[in-house]
């Protein structure tokens, strides 16, 4: 008997004391007033001048943490602070779960998310894939665009380019795990390792340098990536030698330094499920676009007026086929790999999500993609790591033709441009996405009226179960229209200064895109339905 009471109070002395990861969300933030007031005091204003050109409210959300708080944390016993967000107000810390559950009784602390969802009271499963490249191929072939030709030409970027839509004047984030051996020619306008604290990104990996090169490389006559002039901040978000959801907190990091900086465009070619820690794995369940702290923080990013382009991941062969995180994300722009003829690749991750949504929304060449090495000569490799940036250059060029236009029209846009478009499949989504006809479509999409834009208000956003429409004196009525993030129309009804109120109760939590409309004229508001 005794040794049985031996043996638990070892079981519950284990569990006390090992070393737990967790999300430690906050109550508040300090001067929220007067940082909205005051915006370049927290933002960049190629920030500022993004979201106002996008209608994007700046808000309590775009407010750092309050730096007290993070100090109070990091001086609590046994707690080691490794990143923070301030669009969730959290901090992510390591610990003993009895020292993390202490924290509770700090009075700005209001609640705890561990890492081990069976602490949560979720269930866990196995790890799989390697989020990374495949094995490189032996496979080379000559084209008359450079090596580079084929991973274009498929998409018809090159039409973009024949336009001088070249990414000139947009800016792209890489959140990657290293950027070794990186050349700088002067597109490079800044870099920084969440991991290391530092602004050195060259690290021990490549894999940051390989990736970047599809969006923005360029050898005269042998390379040309998809958006060869656009400008660049890489972050490193990855640790190589371990896999803990840490990577999700820095890459959520990461999405918010670029939006303080104007960033349009991000690319990830990271995908995250398992971990070293097998309580810490994400299970099918969990990748409803809405659940992980990756999800969710690219949720925002997307409300946040970016557009967030990532890979499937590399697990179609795999016992766990379908997409990781970030890419199961609602606001995330996710990307699978084809061959070289645009046919499947088997390694590639699959949808749809647990929710049933389509993914990946479209596919780019990912088997024997061309890049540029770290020795500067043309290679190939293998992977959705190189079919999410060579996507991510071409929808960087699409967007510089109309950049006033919102991030889910271009997305919506470029998924109706693809092949599949009418009849999407589970292992290529929405298909190979044509740019000329995306380009063509952007063209003749109409702007926004300014009376409407100007006359119109939604409240309460985000709402749970009621839109109120504020209707303007001289109309009578117009129709309302509200869709999917996917361009699938949910619900259609005629308002007016008498019915300016529209039911969603029924609809699932999530982003939709509401639209005004009075004959020709249209105006559209992104709705968050809790």
Excluded at 56 to 78: C, F, H, L, M, Q
Excluded at 276 to 283: L, Q, S
Excluded at 436 to 462: C, I, M, Q, T
Aim: proline fraction near 4%; glycine fraction near 8%.
């Amino acid at each position: 008997m005794k040794n049985y009471v031996l043996l638990i109070m070892c079981l519950i002395a284990s569990s006390t004391f090992a070393q737990q990861d967790a999300w430690v969300f906050f109550a508040d933030k300090e001067n929220v007033a007067e940082s909205i007031a005051n915006p370049i005091s927290i933002l960049t204003q190629e920030s500022i001048d993004r979201k106002a050109m996008h209608g994007i409210a700046i808000d309590e959300r775009d407010v750092p943490v309050n730096e007290s708080y993070i100090t109070d944390i990091k001086n609590s016993t046994g707690i080691t602070v490794y990143s923070k967000s301030k669009w969730m107000n959290c901090v992510y810390v390591r610990g003993s779960q009895s020292n993390i559950e202490s924290l509770l009784g700090l009075p700005f602390v209001t609640s705890v998310e561990y890492a081990d969802k069976s602490l949560n009271f979720f269930p866990d499963i196995n790890r799989t894939e390697d989020k990374f490249e495949i094995e490189n191929s032996s496979s080379r072939i000559d084209y008359n665009y450079g090596a580079a030709a084929n991973q274009i030409e498929m998409l018809k970027g090159d039409f973009l380019h024949e336009q001088d839509f070249t990414g000139e004047g947009m800016i792209v984030g890489v959140l990657d795990a290293g950027f070794a051996n990186m050349v700088n020619d002067g597109r490079l306008l800044g870099t920084y390792d969440f991991e290391q604290r530092s602004t050195n990104v060259d690290g021990t990996s490549t894999h940051g340098t390989k990736t970047t090169s599809d969006i923005g490389g360029f050898l005269d006559g042998d390379f040309v990536g998809t958006a060869p002039e656009a400008s660049f901040y890489l972050f490193v978000t990855e640790y190589g030698p371990t896999e803990t959801p840490t990577e999700e907190a820095w890459w959520v990091e990461a999405l918010e330094r670029s939006d303080s900086l104007g960033v349009d465009v991000i690319n990830t070619s990271l995908s995250y499920r398992g971990y070293d820690n097998d309580n810490y794995t994400h299970t099918y369940e969990d990748l409803d676009g809405q659940t992980t702290f990756a999800a969710r923080g690219g949720n925002i990013a997307f409300e946040k007026g970016m557009i967030m382009v990532n890979s499937a991941g590399n697990g179609g062969n795999s016992g766990f086929p379908t997409v990781g995180t970030p890419a199961d994300a609602i606001g995330v722009f996710t990307i699978g790999a084809v061959t070289p003829s645009g046919n499947y690749a088997s390694f590639s991750s699959k949808g749809p999500t647990v929710d049933g949504r389509v993914k990946p929304d479209v596919m780019a060449q990912g088997q024997d993609a061309a890049i540029i090495g770290t020795n500067g000569n043309v290679d190939y490799a293998n992977g959705t790591s190189f079919s999410s940036p060579i996507l991510a250059g071409a929808i960087t060029c699409l967007w510089q033709a109309r950049p006033e236009v919102r991030n889910d029209q271009i997305m919506q846009i470029v998924r109706e441009s693809s092949h599949l478009y009418n009849n999407p499949t589970n292992e290529m989504g929405y298909g190979i996405p044509n740019f000329e006809d995306a380009y063509n479509a952007l063209l003749v999409l109409g702007v926004e009226d300014e009376f409407l834009k100007s006359n119109f208000a939604l409240y309460p956003n985000p709402t749970s179960d009621i839109i109120n429409i504020s209707f303007p004196q001289e109309l009578n009525k117009a129709q309302f229209d509200l869709y999917s993030v996917l361009g699938n129309k949910v619900l259609s009804t005629e308002i007016s200064s008498d019915l300016n109120s529209v039911s969603i109760e029924s609809l699932a939590a999530g982003m939709y895109i509401a639209t005004i409309s009075e004959g020709k004229q249209q105006v559209s508001f992104k709705i968050v339905k809790q």
